[in-house]
Every structure is written in structure tokens, then in C-alpha cells.
């Protein structure tokens, strides 16, 4: 297995030889109560199974399949929101930024910046991103290969900033519906940076519903599992307690009640790959 550089969110070690790391969190901030709740659910799970936590939730979801589509509070809500899941609750905090504009506001309360898939190549947006030194997470878009990303990681380092997280979050397959490519994992990781498993979303079907994406969750936990075995450096999920009732992504998000349950399997498979290399 190649290495790969180290990068930071506050206090959690991404990458390197450091063990798995979970990023996971509702899809988008529906309230500040159920969002601080959620958080602190999530904490106490992964600090019991040893796993290094990141709480993500967006602020604004601007890719939506509808118009009608709930979006979140807004950038300045979200921010406080996520400030408040940053101090009171004792973890870091990623989410999107989807313009130039959101890049100094969001860097100033987020750990890690967060570019959306449909976005990947936009540079500007990539090079204000790492203007901030701060680390700077790219989905990988659903229309590239994965040896795309080279390029991506080229743009960000033009600023002189090595913190760097690529993620794979499935390619498009004919309509509405994505594939996951295991070899994704390891040309990513050749490029020298960490990389994550976003297992949610690859289940997703985007448009399924016409106006909304649909989603088949029973794949989640083998996908990651089988993402393990490939030697990733973290898993990024979309947790709900009530999936049926989320106001995104309800049908790929995990139910919280299953969390524990995949953190194990999943980090038994990545310890033993680390301890095979």
C-alpha cells in the first residue's frame, strides 16, 4: 500500500499511518437542537469504539434535484450551528462550500472545506480553498476517473497547501444510478493523499424519485467493508436518526442504530490491512 500525507482537522490525524477515521452527520443542518443531538450520539459511539470523529452537516445543499428541495439554514445560521457542534459538543466540523464568497466566512468556523462533486474542477473555487490553509476535501465528481483527480490535487498544491482528502463517492451509471470502482481507492491514493470512502452517497440514485434522489442503504455496509479491505483512511457517511423522516438523502442515509455495528466491521477489516503492510 503507497503512503500518503498526513493532514489535520483540529485534533484528528487524517492519513499517514494513523487509524480510520469517521466523518458522518446528517445531510444537511435541519435544526440546531436535532443537529447538536445527533452530534453528540455520534461522539459517543465513536469515542467507545476508538474511532476518530469529524461532524459533517451542510449548511446549504445547492444541488438539489428540486426547487422545493430543502436546502438548510443558510450560510450564516449553519455556521453558528456548527460552531456550537464545534465547542460545546468537542469535535471538528467539515461541510460544503459551493462559491468563492463562502470560502473566508466558512474557513473561519470549519476544520476541513469541503468542495461538492459537481464542482471538483472548478478552480477558482479550488485555489481560494487552499488559499486558507486549511484542509480541503474534494469529492470526487461522478463523471471523472479516478487518475482525474491528479489533476485536482495539482491545483490545490499551486497554492502551497499539502492538506489534502480526496473522496470517492461513486461514478455515474447509465440513469440514475451510481457504481462504486474499487481501483478508485488505490489510483487515488498513489497521488499521495488520503482518501475516503463517502459509502452513502455511492448507494444513492440520484433523480430516483423524479423530484428527489432515492437511495438503496443495504449496500452501505458492504461497500465499506469491502472499502476497508482496499485500505482506506476514513469513511464519510450520512447518519440520521430517522432516515424516513430526514429532509435529505433519507433513502442512502445510515440509521444511527446501525452505526456501531458497521464502526466495528469496518474498522476489524482496516486494522488488519494496516497490520499487513
Known sequence: MSSVNEVKAGNVKIGG?????????????????STLALAEKIKEITVKAGIPFVFKASYDKA??????????????????ILSRVKNDIGVPVISDVHKIEEVEPASEVLDILQIPAFLCRQTDLLVSAARTGKTVNVKKGQFLSPSDMFSVVEKLKSEGNPNIILTERGSSFGYNNLVVDMRSFIIMRDIGVPVFFDATHSVQLPGGRGNASDGDRRFVLPLSRAAAALGIDGLFLEVHESPEDALCDGPNSLRLSDLKMLLDQVSAISEKVKSLN
Open 17 to 33: 499511518d494513523k487509524p480510520l477515521v469517521l466523518i458522518a452527520g446528517p445531510c444537511v443542518i435541519e435544526d440546531e437542537k
Open 63 to 80: 444541488n438539489r434535484t428540486s426547487i422545493d428541495s430543502f436546502r438548510g439554514p443558510g450560510l450564516d445560521e449553519g455556521l453558528k
